[in-house]
Structure formats: structure tokens, C-alpha cells
């Protein structure tokens, strides 16, 4: 059974960083693609970044402020998160495409405030 479990959030100032892991267990496979997604109270969920292959995608409300990165030896990827606003402020989950399947963390909570 894959699982995936992120890591990293927490309460920040603006302006402050934080990183973001999800690591995927119960899998040998590399997942073929790995996205960061947010989910704002009453909003829907939204893509934030996604990484396959030797491309990356970033949503243009986090472009040059948030870099997504990986790990295939440890089916781990993160989310790098510079210069954060109160807007970033949301559950944080993280989607992994493995074997054609789609696979879903919990969620870690970001909020950022003075």
C-alpha cells in the first residue's frame, strides 16, 4: 500500500521560508510525476507545482518565489517556499503518479502571518 506523508509546514512571518517534504513508502517504482497542490479554507484545490521528467510547472501566483525539487532514491519531493504572503496560507498536499495511479498525502498546514 503507498502512503505518502508531508512534512514541513508550520506558522511563519511574511516574508519568511519553509520547506515541504512528502515522502512516498511502500513503493520501489519512482513516481512518474509529483505536483504540490494547496487547499485554502472553502477553495478548492489548487495546482502549486509539478515536476516529470526533466520539466517543472509552477503556478504564476508562486513563480520565482517557490521551487519544487526531487528525490527518486527516496520517492521524496519537496517544495521550497521564499518570500511567503498571508495569500499562501493553506493544507498543503502532495500527489504522486505512480505505475498510472494517483496517490495523495494528508496535507500539512502553511500559515503565514505577522
Known amino acids: 500500500q503507498v502512503q505518502l506523508v508531508e512534512s514541513g509546514g508550520g506558522l511563519v512571518q511574511p516574508g519568511g521560508t519553509l520547506r515541504l517534504s512528502c515522502v512516498a513508502s511502500?513503493?520501489?517504482?519512482?513516481?512518474?510525476?509529483m505536483a504540490w497542490y494547496r487547499q485554502g479554507p472553502g477553495q478548492q484545490r489548487d495546482l502549486v507545482a509539478a515536476?516529470?521528467?526533466?520539466?517543472?510547472r509552477y503556478a504564476d501566483s508562486v513563480q520565482g518565489r517557490f521551487s519544487i525539487s526531487r528525490e527518486n532514491a527516496k520517492n521524496t519531493v519537496y517544495l521550497q517556499m521564499n518570500s511567503l504572503k498571508p495569500e499562501d496560507t493553506a493544507v498543503y498536499l502532495c500527489?504522486?503518479?505512480?505505475?498510472?495511479?494517483?496517490?495523495w498525502g494528508q496535507g500539512t498546514q502553511v500559515t503565514v502571518q505577522g
Open positions: 500527489k504522486m503518479i505512480i505505475r498510472g495511479r494517483d496517490y
Open positions: 511502500g513503493t520501489i517504482i519512482s513516481a512518474t510525476a
Open positions: 515536476i516529470w521528467g526533466g520539466s517543472r
